[in-house]
């Protein structure tokens, strides 16, 4: 899959400069960018294929893993939501959650189709249902995702924990640049190590397609309510507690994940 990574982050902003502050956002995405969950060694090792015959082996353990966190998405949003003051700024995310269950607008079409892929495999599919798709391709039913693993219920439970008793600007630093900013550089090794499983067709791994190249707008609503909030009171500070603790969470599921990977015996030819 020829797949590129969707570019960082534009210093531009629409509104002036003393209300809504685009250098110091900027920067802070920029530091999103060099964490270690973004290039974690389990994320290159996938991608690069060096889990070799047991790379089947280890999708099917990640889209398990992930799948508990990525069926939660539409409560982080809520949650976010729900902290904000701002009536402009609880539409632009009742805008992204509409998204999220799958609503496609004009433009999202016509990226689809340059793409390549046909924009009915997953206008009105809601996003967990995207990822559910994938996984189940991998082989993996509904039942076999009702056990969430421990690594799974300590990721999500401590993200939407920090969402629902942070700010708004620590809301917003956690769910936007630390984590919709980045998924754009992520996913492409997901999809790279995937391109290593002959079963997959591209219709089963669109999730990550669309978060490569289709969801830049959720990113880009989300910089923005930062960009603003950046100009209250401990705004920054409170924008880069959420970032560093939603990277920081990431990194630490990454390391069980991949430490479960690495553990596990070699699959006999």
């Known amino acids: 899959m020829d797949l590129q990574p969707t570019e ?3 210093d531009s902003a629409t509104a002036e400069p003393r209300t809504a502050p685009t250098a110091p956002v900027a920067a802070l995405a920029s530091e999103a960018l060099r964490h270690r969950a973004v290039r974690h060694p389990f994320l290159q090792s ?8 047991r790379t089947e082996e280890v999708a099917r353990t990640y889209a398990r ?18 902290r904000l003051d701002e009536p402009a700024h609880r539409a632009l995310l009742a805008e992204n959650l509409a998204e999220e269950q799958g609503s496609l607008c004009p433009d999202e079409h016509a990226t689809l189709v340059g793409l390549g892929i046909d924009p009915a495999t997953v206008d009105g599919v809601p ?17 076999e995702t009702v056990d969430v693993p421990a690594a799974t219920i300590e990721w999500r439970s401590t993200f939407l924990g920090m969402l629902r008793a942070g700010s708004a600007a620590y809301g917003v630093g956690a769910l936007g640049l630390g984590t919709e900013t980045i998924v754009s ?9 995937l391109a ?16 490569c190249h289709v969801d830049d707008q959720h990113q880009e609503d989300l910089l923005q309510i930062a960009r603003e909030l950046a100009a209250q009171p401990d705004g920054i500070a409170d924008l880069r ?20 990977s690495i553990e596990r015996p070699e699959v006999q030819a």
């Open 8 to 10: 960082s982050l534009s």
């Open 241 to 260: 507690r959420g970032m560093v603790d939603a990277l920081e969470a990431r990194a630490r599921f990454w390391d069980v994940l991949h430490a479960s």
């Open 46 to 53: 996938f991608g690069s294929g060096a889990f070799g015959r």
């Open 196 to 211: 290593h499983v002959d079963a997959l067709t591209r219709e089963d791994v669109v999730f990550f397609e669309l978060h």
């Open 127 to 143: 996003h967990p249902e995207l990822f559910a798709r994938f996984r189940r391709a991998l082989g993996l039913s509904d039942r």
């Open 65 to 82: 893993w992930y799948d508990g966190y990525s069926r939660w998405f539409p409560r982080y949003l809520k949650a976010v939501i729900e």
């Open 185 to 193: 550089e992520i996913y492409p090794y997901v999809l790279d190590g």
